[in-house]
C-alpha cells in the first residue's frame, strides 16, 4: 500500500489523522518525478509503467487490478489533473464587481 498524501485526497485525510506520515511532494508542476532516485525526472504516466515492470521483475509484484474513478480533467487542454498541495490564494472581488455593476446602472458604462 502506498500513501501520498501530497498528492491524493483520502492519502492527504489519512495523514491528518497520522501526523507521522511525512508529507513529500514527489511530482513537480510539469508532471515529472521530483524525488531523488531511479525515476527522479521521469514522466509520471511512464515511472508508474516503469515501477510495474520493475516490480514483476523483481518477484514483487502480486496483481495488478483496474479500479474504475473519475479523473479529472482539465476543462480546457484535457489534461489530467494531479492533485497537489500548493499555496492557494483568492482575490476579494466583492467590492470591485458591485462598482462596477453600479457603474453600469447608473450609465457610465454602455
Known amino acids: 500500500v ?7 485526497p483520502n492519502d492527504y485525510e489519512c495523514s491528518k489523522r497520522h501526523p507521522e506520515i511525512e508529507t513529500v511532494q514527489v511530482i513537480d508542476l510539469k508532471g ?10 521521469m514522466n ?10 520493475d516490480l514483476e521483475e523483481m518477484g514483487q509484484l502480486i496483481d495488478v487490478t483496474g479500479h474504475e474513478y473519475v479523473v479529472p ?3 480546457r487542454t484535457q489534461d ?4 497537489m498541495l500548493m499555496e492557494q490564494w483568492w482575490v476579494d472581488c466583492t467590492g470591485m464587481a458591485a462598482r462596477a455593476t453600479k457603474a453600469v446602472r447608473d450609465g457610465e458604462l454602455k
Open 2 to 8: 502506498k500513501v501520498t498524501p501530497a498528492h491524493d
Open 32 to 41: 515529472n518525478i521530483k524525488v531523488e532516485g531511479k525515476y527522479k525526472g
Open 73 to 75: 480533467r482539465c476543462s
Open 44 to 53: 509520471r504516466f511512464e515511472c508508474r509503467k516503469q515501477i510495474v515492470k
Open 80 to 83: 489530467i489533473i494531479e492533485p
